[in-house]
């Protein structure tokens, strides 16, 4: 049973969060975790390309398409698309997990979104006679699932109604409270039709770090920050803090070696 001070409602667990409008450091964080690319608009100026990263237009040493190579301004990898050979189905999209302190109780509750971003970069008009140009194309940028970890009295998160999952089409469906803490990894990972598979999947850690500061949660933070790598440190995060806010006093005697087989975290 979760203690008194974990949200029972959406608009309980909202009260924790600002805006997304309201915090472009948020917004910046999600932007750095998006793929770069230099697009090349014209053939008799291949080394002329505009940088997806620091939105400038840079001189390359090297132009092949799809080739990978540094930007000279921002200093950012990517790869060069010379828009003429075609882009039709360059997506990008990206779920990054950000930390924060509650905007309520900052003192012992911490919180998380998974924001979702996808950057459609080709995109033509009904008639199909002009593209929008890479660099006016809008992104689209919404937070996913919202997490709250009350520290001794246990989590909740919030997530789209049935399971579903944001699109740059179709937006997405209203917040619902889940009935287990999980991450969105699988949501999002597999692909149906309309959607490309592909998807970058991000936890800024740095954020990890500002939002259990001066909680009770930094103390096992401390002992597992570093612990958990690429692929499974989204979902192992979200268990971790979610089994701290719910059993502090086990966490407090566990070692990081003991904790990670307890939240099924084996590689
Ligand atoms: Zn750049």
């Known amino acids: 049973m979760a203690g008194k001070n974990v949200p ?23 932007r750095e975790e998006m793929n770069v690319h230099f697009f090349v608009d014209d053939e008799a100026y291949r080394h002329k390309a505009w940088c997806s990263h620091c939105r400038e237009w840079v001189d390359l040493k090297k132009s092949k398409h799809r080739a990978v190579t540094t930007c000279p301004n921002c200093g950012e990898q990517g790869d060069v698309i010379h828009t003429w050979r075609g882009y039709k189905n360059l997506v990008d999209r990206t779920l990054t997990y950000i930390y ?6 900052s003192e012992d509750t911490i919180t998380a979104r998974a924001v979702y971003m996808e950057c459609r970069w080709y995109q033509e008009n009904a008639q199909h006679t002009t593209y929008t140009l890479p660099w ?19 989590a909740v998160q919030t ?6 999952r944001h699109s740059a089409r179709f937006g997405g469906a209203q917040q619902t ?13 597999n692909g149906c039709f309309g959607q490309p598979r592909h998807i970058t999947l991000a936890v800024d850690e740095d954020s990890i770090d500002e939002a259990v500061k001066d909680t009770p949660f930094r103390y096992v933070w401390d002992e597992i920050s570093g ?16 089994k701290i806010a719910k059993y502090p ?13 307890v939240i099924g975290y084996t590689s």
């Open 8 to 30: 029972k409602t959406v608009s309980e667990v909202l009260e924790h969060f600002r805006p997304l409008e309201q915090e472009p450091d948020v917004v910046e964080m999600v």
């Open 100 to 105: 924060s302190k509650s905007a309520k109780s």
């Open 136 to 154: 006016d194309i809008v992104t689209y940028m919404a937070v996913d699932s919202y997490y709250v970890f009350v520290y001794g009295q246990g």
């Open 159 to 164: 997530r789209p109604v049935n399971n579903s």
């Open 177 to 189: 409270i889940s009935k287990s803490i999980n991450d969105r990894l699988s949501v999002y990972a």
């Open 227 to 242: 612990s958990f790598t690429d692929r499974g440190t989204m979902r192992a995060y979200i268990q971790v803090f979610s």
């Open 249 to 261: 006093s086990r966490w407090r005697r566990w070692q990081k070696w003991e904790a990670l087989p």
